[in-house]
Protein backbone atom coordinates (compact mmCIF):
# COMPACT_ATOMS: atom_id res chain seq x y z
CA UNK A 1 0.00 0.00 0.00
CA UNK A 2 1.24 3.70 -0.78
CA UNK A 3 0.42 6.44 0.90
CA UNK A 4 1.62 10.44 -0.89
CA UNK A 5 3.14 12.71 1.77
CA UNK A 6 1.00 16.08 0.19
CA UNK A 7 2.92 19.62 -0.21
CA UNK A 8 1.66 20.37 3.96
CA UNK A 9 3.40 17.13 5.01
CA UNK A 10 0.20 15.24 5.38
CA UNK A 11 -0.26 11.42 5.16
CA UNK A 12 -3.41 9.81 4.34
CA UNK A 13 -3.60 6.38 5.68
CA UNK A 14 -4.49 3.64 4.08
CA UNK A 15 -8.15 2.32 5.52
CA UNK A 16 -6.83 -1.61 5.75
CA UNK A 17 -4.01 -0.31 7.76
CA UNK A 18 -5.97 1.75 10.51
CA UNK A 19 -8.82 -0.64 10.88
CA UNK A 20 -6.80 -2.03 13.42
CA UNK A 21 -6.78 1.50 15.17
CA UNK A 22 -10.16 2.39 15.31
CA UNK A 23 -10.98 4.81 17.62
CA UNK A 24 -7.26 6.10 18.01
CA UNK A 25 -6.95 9.84 16.96
CA UNK A 26 -3.07 10.49 18.01
CA UNK A 27 -0.30 8.23 17.01
CA UNK A 28 3.07 8.35 18.39
CA UNK A 29 5.62 8.90 15.72
CA UNK A 30 9.68 7.57 15.90
CA UNK A 31 11.93 7.33 12.91
CA UNK A 32 13.52 3.58 13.15
CA UNK A 33 16.59 3.22 10.68
CA UNK A 34 15.15 4.96 7.89
CA UNK A 35 11.61 4.08 8.83
CA UNK A 36 8.60 5.74 10.37
CA UNK A 37 6.69 3.48 12.85
CA UNK A 38 3.42 4.84 13.87
CA UNK A 39 1.72 3.54 17.43
CA UNK A 40 -2.24 4.52 18.49
CA UNK A 41 -2.03 6.57 21.37
CA UNK A 42 -5.16 6.75 23.42
CA UNK A 43 -5.13 9.71 25.55
CA UNK A 44 -7.27 10.71 27.98
CA UNK A 45 -8.49 14.90 28.35
CA UNK A 46 -6.47 15.36 31.44
CA UNK A 47 -3.07 13.45 30.02
CA UNK A 48 -3.83 16.09 26.99
CA UNK A 49 -4.32 19.21 28.95
CA UNK A 50 -1.10 18.55 30.90
CA UNK A 51 0.67 18.36 27.54
CA UNK A 52 -0.75 21.84 26.71
CA UNK A 53 0.07 23.18 30.03
CA UNK A 54 3.43 22.18 29.52
CA UNK A 55 4.26 23.09 25.70
CA UNK A 56 2.80 26.28 27.37
CA UNK A 57 5.13 26.57 30.16
CA UNK A 58 2.47 26.73 32.49
CA UNK A 59 3.91 24.73 35.64
CA UNK A 60 1.36 23.47 38.94
CA UNK A 61 2.33 26.28 40.92
CA UNK A 62 1.15 29.01 38.38
CA UNK A 63 -1.76 27.27 38.51
CA UNK A 64 -2.21 26.95 42.39
CA UNK A 65 -1.88 30.48 41.84
CA UNK A 66 -3.87 31.36 39.39
CA UNK A 67 -6.68 29.34 41.60
CA UNK A 68 -6.18 31.13 44.25
CA UNK A 69 -6.31 34.58 42.91
CA UNK A 70 -9.82 33.42 41.38
CA UNK A 71 -10.99 32.80 44.64
CA UNK A 72 -9.94 35.75 46.40
CA UNK A 73 -11.54 37.70 43.48
CA UNK A 74 -14.63 35.76 43.75
CA UNK A 75 -15.00 36.44 47.29
CA UNK A 76 -14.41 39.94 46.87
CA UNK A 77 -17.55 40.32 43.76
CA UNK A 78 -19.76 38.23 45.72
Known amino acids: MLAKLTSKNQLTL ?16 VEDNGRIVLTP ?3 NRADA ?3 KLA ?5 EKDVT ?7 KTAR ?3
Open 49 to 51: VRA
Open 41 to 43: VRL
Open 65 to 71: AAVAWSR
Open 14 to 29: PKAVLSSCQGAEYFDV
Open 55 to 59: DLGIT
Open 76 to 78: KAG
